[in-house]
C-alpha cells in the first residue's frame, strides 16, 4: 500500500498546473470539451482504453485476453473506482467544477473581464455575475481576490492561494 500512496502523490504532485488550468478552462464561457482521460488526469491525455477499475490493465475495459502491454500498470492509481470517492482526485475536482458550472448562478454570463492580481497572477470575472477566477503562477503564494472560495484546484496555504492553484471566487 505504501507504493501506492507514494506513486498517488507523485502523481499529484505532477498534476498540479493541470488541475489549476482545468478550473481556468470550466471558468470561462462558453461549451467545454474534455479530451479522453482529462477527468482522470492521465498522463498526456494519450487515445487509449479507459481504466475504470482494478489493479492491473486492462483496468476494467475489458475480459478479452489480449495484450494490454500498452496500458501503464502505474494507472492504477489514476482508475474511475480509485479516485471516485476521493474528494481529493483529479476526478472529483471535475465533477465539483462541472456541478458547479451547470448550477450556480455566478456562471451566467458570456464575457469575461480582467480582475486586478498580483504580479506573476491572473484573475478574471464573469461579467454579469460574481465569479471571479484566480490562478497563480508566481513562485510564491499570494492572497486571494476578494470573496468567498467557491473551488480551488488545490487546498488553500493559510487563506493563500498556492503556487500553481486555481481557485474560484463568488
Not at 481529493?88 to 480582475?115: D, K, N, V
Request: glycine share 8%; hydrophobic share 40%.
Amino acid at each position: 500500500m505504501a507504493s501506492r500512496d507514494t506513486e498517488r502523490s507523485r502523481n499529484a504532485a505532477a498534476l498540479t498546473p493541470v488541475r489549476a488550468m482545468a478550473l481556468v478552462q470550466l471558468a470561462l464561457p462558453g461549451a467545454v470539451c474534455l479530451r479522453h482521460g482529462e477527468e482522470l488526469g492521465l498522463p498526456g491525455n494519450q487515445r487509449i482504453t479507459m481504466p475504470w477499475e482494478g489493479e492491473h490493465p486492462p483496468f476494467g475495459f475489458s475480459a478479452a485476453q489480449v495484450d494490454w502491454s500498452t496500458i501503464p500498470p502505474e494507472w492504477a492509481t489514476f482508475t474511475a473506482e480509485t479516485q471516485l470517492e476521493d474528494e481529493g482526485s483529479t476526478l472529483s475536482l471535475y465533477r465539483h467544477a462541472m456541478e458547479a458550472r451547470a448550477a450556480h448562478p455566478a456562471f451566467r454570463g458570456e464575457e469575461i473581464e480582467w480582475f486586478g492580481a498580483p504580479e506573476g497572477c491572473f484573475a478574471f470575472r464573469r461579467v454579469g455575475s460574481t465569479l471571479i477566477c484566480a490562478l497563480n503562477t508566481s513562485t510564491a503564494p499570494v492572497p486571494l481576490p476578494p470573496g468567498e472560495v467557491l473551488l480551488s484546484s488545490r487546498p488553500l496555504v493559510d487563506g493563500q492561494l498556492p503556487v500553481g492553484t486555481a481557485a474560484w471566487l463568488v
